[in-house]
């Protein structure tokens, strides 16, 4: 059984494709300790989401309290503050750790509405490797805005040794918003087979 928690809905990033930052919830209306305590043991895979999970004061005895939960932990993250993944990769190294990466450079920075998003989300990623992080990754939602670079962040991937995992570009209650679209499909099909042909 998998199941994904959604810490927060604060968030210090202003994407393009998801306006959950303009609706932020007080620390004390978040999901709890006690609450988190109720969950069985025996999950597949526990994704703890927001929102941005670092800003959660909590996130190391949540941790503490969910790794033992599930045979997967895995932690979806902006990667602004990766600092504060890091004791949380020394004590479990073998939580999952996906840091949202939309772009190289400006272009990360735009889509994601973060200043100097690319440079604290690599240089964050390799602190994490350094740490001792054995599921690494970033993330990236294919749209039309970052296609022409889907093959660079495949290659940064590779020269970190990390996955990179992906997902189209698509709509969620928790965005609040529904108006995400794929203009040229055709075009982000054809982009995303040179990954497939680089990778046989």
């Known amino acids: 059984m998998d199941l994904s928690i959604i810490l927060t809905y604060r968030c210090n990033s202003k994407c393009s494709m998801c306006y959950i930052w303009k609706y932020p919830t007080q620390p004390n209306y978040e999901i709890d300790l006690k609450i988190l305590e109720k969950l069985p043991d025996g999950f597949d895979y526990l994704n703890l989401t927001g929102g941005e999970p670092t800003l959660r004061e909590d996130l190391m005895e949540i941790c503490d309290l969910l790794y033992p939960k599930a045979k997967t932990l895995e932690i979806s993250t902006n990667g602004l503050n990766a600092e504060r993944l890091i004791p949380i990769i020394k004590k479990y190294p073998d939580i999952k750790i996906r840091i949202s990466l939309e772009g190289i450079g400006y272009t990360n920075d735009i889509i994601r509405g973060e200043k100097d998003g690319y440079l604290k989300k690599t240089e964050g990623m390799k602190k994490l490797i350094e ?63 040179r990954i497939n042909y680089t990778n046989a």
């Not at 690494?136 to 990179?164: H, S």
């Not at 570009?169 to 928790?174: E, G, P, T």
């Open 131 to 193: 740490a001792g992080g054995c599921d690494l990754g970033f993330a990236t939602t294919f749209q039309d805005e970052n296609i022409d670079q889907i093959l660079e962040i495949f290659n940064l991937t590779q020269n970190l040794n990390i996955e990179m995992a992906t997902s189209a570009l698509h709509n969620a209650f928790q965005f609040h918003k529904n108006d995400n679209t794929l203009y040229n499909r055709i075009r982000i099909a054809k982009k995303n087979r």
